[in-house]
């Protein structure tokens, strides 16, 4: 809403009152202007907590197994952090965020891609072995 919209609607009165208004501390922390702003941060608050836990994920396996492993849930956190902060920085219009997110997007997918189909070949190769030795 613009601020002829706004003054049309409410009057002179309630938009200086509004415009005179200190944001409130949280706002310019995170430097939004809405609730509605809130919830995007949210989003990219989240994606990058999913993004360090596919990190922590990653290293708590190899530690465990000590040698290094990429389980699988480090592709699902990376796709859905990678996702979360996509969108967040298209939110932001931020050209640097997007561009850094858009290929690990892609590489994300088509790792767990790969994932699904050697299990799917592994699974049809012990299918076979087990027909074959029945015979």
Do not use: C
């Amino acid at each position: 809403m613009s601020a002829t919209d706004f003054k049309a609607i409410f009057g002179e009165q309630a938009y200086t009152t509004v415009a005179a208004q200190q944001p409130s501390h949280l706002f310019r922390v995170l430097n939004i202007t809405s609730w509605g702003g809130l919830l995007w941060v949210s989003i990219g608050f989240f994606g990058q907590i999913a993004f360090t836990g596919r990190t922590l994920v990653q290293w708590l396996v190899s530690e465990k197994r000590r040698e290094s492993v990429v389980p699988e849930l480090f592709w699902w956190l990376s796709l859905a952090g990678g996702a979360m902060l996509f969108t967040y920085f298209v939110w932001r219009q931020d050209f640097v965020g997007v561009l850094g997110q858009s290929s690990g997007v892609v590489i994300y997918a088509r790792n767990l891609r790969l994932i699904y189909k050697a299990r799917r070949r592994a699974a049809e190769a012990a299918h076979t072995n087990l027909a074959t030795s029945v015979r």
